[in-house]
Nanobody, 122 residues
C-alpha cells in the first residue's frame, strides 16, 4: 500500500516561495509506475492539479501555474518536492501529494496524503 505524507511550513509570507515535501512509503518513486502529483484546494474551490513527475523524472505542470511551480525529487529519501514562488493569499489552501496511474488524479482514485494546510499571510 502506497502511503504519502506532506510536510512543510503552514504559514508563508506573500512574495515568498512555498516549499513542501512528500515522503513516500510502500512504493519507489523511481521504480514503480505512478505519476507523483501535487494537488491543492483553495477555500471554497475545487481541487486544482498543479503538476506531476513520473518514475523516470519527467515532469508536467499545469499551464496556469507553470511559471511559478517547480517539482523535484530526492531519490535517496524517496521524496518529491513542490516549490511555488511569488505566493499570494490566493495560494492559501490545503496541499496534497498523490500517487496515481493518471497524470491528473481525481479524488475517486489513487493514493492521497492527508493534506497540509498552507496559509499565505503577512
Amino acid at each position: 500500500q502506497v502511503r504519502l505524507q506532506e510536510s512543510g511550513p503552514g504559514l508563508v509570507k506573500p512574495s515568498q516561495t512555498l516549499s513542501l515535501t512528500c515522503t513516500v512509503s510502500g512504493a519507489s518513486i523511481t521504480a514503480d509506475f505512478y505519476y507523483w502529483s501535487w494537488v491543492r484546494r483553495a477555500p471554497g474551490k475545487g481541487m486544482e492539479w498543479m503538476g506531476a513527475m513520473d518514475s523516470s523524472g519527467s515532469i508536467w505542470y499545469s499551464p496556469s501555474l507553470k511559471s511559478r511551480t517547480s517539482i523535484s525529487r530526492d531519490t535517496s529519501k524517496n521524496q518529491f518536492t513542490l516549490q511555488l514562488s511569488s505566493v499570494t493569499p490566493e495560494d492559501t489552501g490545503v496541499y496534497y501529494c498523490v500517487a496515481d496511474d493518471k497524470l491528473e488524479p481525481n479524488t475517486s482514485g489513487g493514493s492521497w496524503g492527508q493534506g497540509t494546510q498552507v496559509t499565505v499571510s503577512s
